[in-house]
């Protein structure tokens, strides 16, 4: 059985994007992805970057020393098979550019070319699609995984599974 978790992370010297995304939520991370870490063989971990729904490395996603695992928090997942082939089945997703105009501006979330659900996605709402998908968790704020941020899935999970 694979240990899953959702970790977020943050760059030590962030670049201008990395900054301007941690003003913005303020929080000392800019990035949420799903870690797998099996019984055998290294971890590994699905993300929603630039170029979309990835698999990567653990030591990539962390560049090689450059970003750290600020948070993290183990999922129960109920079925480890499932959770697996739901990660699979998402690589190749879109990333949602357009929908930093709905987290900049809130007012722009009730356009449906911004509001669009699982068909694109950043980090976070990937990552709080997983929640919902693989550890049935039923929260108030995941109703509509729409918009959710890093630090609104942060503070879910701690309120849910605990100080990550």
Not at 83 to 90: A, E, K, N, P, V
Not at 91 to 106: A, C, K, N, V
Not at 108 to 131: H, P, Q, T, Y
Request: proline share 4%.
């Amino acid at each position: 059985m694979s240990k899953w978790e959702i970790i977020a992370v943050g760059e030590i010297n962030p670049d201008w994007e990395s900054r301007a995304i941690q003003r913005g939520i303020m929080a000392d991370y800019s990035h949420i992805a799903i870690l797998c870490t099996p019984e055998i063989g290294e971890p590994f971990v699905f993300e929603s970057v630039g170029k979309g729904i990835i698999k990567s490395k653990l030591d990539d996603v962390l560049d090689y020393g450059r970003a750290v695992i600020r948070h993290r928090f183990t999922v129960p997942v109920l079925n480890n098979d499932f959770s697996l082939g739901w990660c699979h089945g998402r690589l190749g997703g879109r990333y949602s550019l357009i929908q930093y105009l709905g987290f900049i501006f809130p007012f722009m979330r009730r356009f449906k070319w911004i509001r669009n659900g699982r068909a694109f996605s950043v980090c976070s709402e990937f990552g709080a699609d997983f929640l919902v998908d693989c550890a049935n968790l039923i929260h108030d704020k995941l109703n509509d995984c729409d918009f959710v941020s890093p630090t609104d899935l942060v503070y879910i999970c701690q309120e849910v599974y605990g100080r990550g």
